[in-house]
DNA sequence: CAGGATCCTTTACGATACTG
DNA sequence: CAGTATCGTAAAGGATCCTG
C-alpha cells in the first residue's frame, strides 16, 4: 500500500490571501464585480475580452465557492444568471487600491 | 515563413502588480527582506523551509532583475551574498499589510 | 555557500465542440 | 445563454546532481 502523501503548508495571512486571489484572472473578475451591481456571464466576457469562457467560468465557480462572489440564478428561459460580489468579496476593495497604488509608484 | 505572434496584453494596474508579485512564492520572499535588513541565501532557506533551493534563487533572480530586491556579492571565499529589499520594493509593504488584514477579515 | 543544469510532474490556461 | 466535456499546450514548480 502506498503511504499517503502528507502536506505540512506553512499557513500565514500572506499564503491565505494568495491562494485566494491567486492566479491570472480572479482580481480582474472581482475587479468588475466590485465596479457593478450585477453581472451576467456574457456582460463579464464583453468586459474581459481575453479571457476564455473556460477560465471564466472557472474561476467564477472558485470565487463562489471560496463566498468571495455570490451567483444568482433566475430560472428563467432563456437562462439568466447574474453575479455579483459577496460580503466577503466587498473586501478586497481596499487591496486592489493598495495594487493599483502600488502599480502607479512602481512604474514612476 | 510563420506569422508572428502579436500579443495584445491588456495592460492595467492590477495585471503589472499581479505579474510583479504573482506565483507562489514573490511576496513570501518580499515579506522576509521587508522584514530584515539582509539575508544570505541559506537564511531564506531556512526562514522559508519548504522553498525548493530552485524556486529560491529562480525567484530572487526576478525580484532583483524587476528592482523589487537588491543583491550584494562580497567576492569573498566561500562566496557570500546578500540579499535585501530595494527601493522600488518597500512599497509593497502596505500591499502585504492589506493580505494580511484580508486574510483576517476573511478567515471570521 | 551560492547557484547552474537537468529532468520530471503538476497545474494553469486555452481552443473547440457540444447541450439544456 | 450559461454552461460541460474534452483535448491540447505552456508555464510553474520540485528533486537531484554538479561546480567554482
Redesign the interface.
Known amino acids: 500500500m502506498k503511504e499517503e502523501k502528507i502536506y505540512?503548508?506553512?499557513r500565514?495571512?500572506?499564503?491565505?490571501?494568495?491562494e485566494?486571489i491567486?492566479g491570472?484572472w480572479k482580481?480582474?473578475i472581482l475587479?468588475q464585480l466590485l465596479t457593478h451591481d450585477e453581472l451576467r456571464l456574457s456582460e463579464l466576457k464583453r468586459l474581459i475580452?481575453?479571457i476564455s469562457e473556460k477560465m471564466l467560468i472557472q474561476e467564477l465557480k472558485i470565487l463562489v465557492m471560496n463566498d468571495l462572489a455570490k451567483r444568482k440564478d433566475y430560472d428563467e428561459f432563456p437562462p439568466r444568471v447574474a453575479y455579483s460580489i459577496s460580503d466577503?468579496g466587498q473586501?478586497?476593495a481596499?487591496?486592489?487600491k493598495?495594487?493599483?497604488?502600488?502599480?502607479?509608484?512602481?512604474?514612476q
Open positions: 505540512v503548508t506553512p500565514c495571512p500572506i499564503r491565505t490571501t494568495s485566494l491567486g491570472k482580481l480582474v475587479q475580452p481575453d466577503r473586501h478586497i481596499p487591496l486592489i493598495e495594487m493599483v497604488s502600488f502599480a502607479q509608484k512602481y512604474e
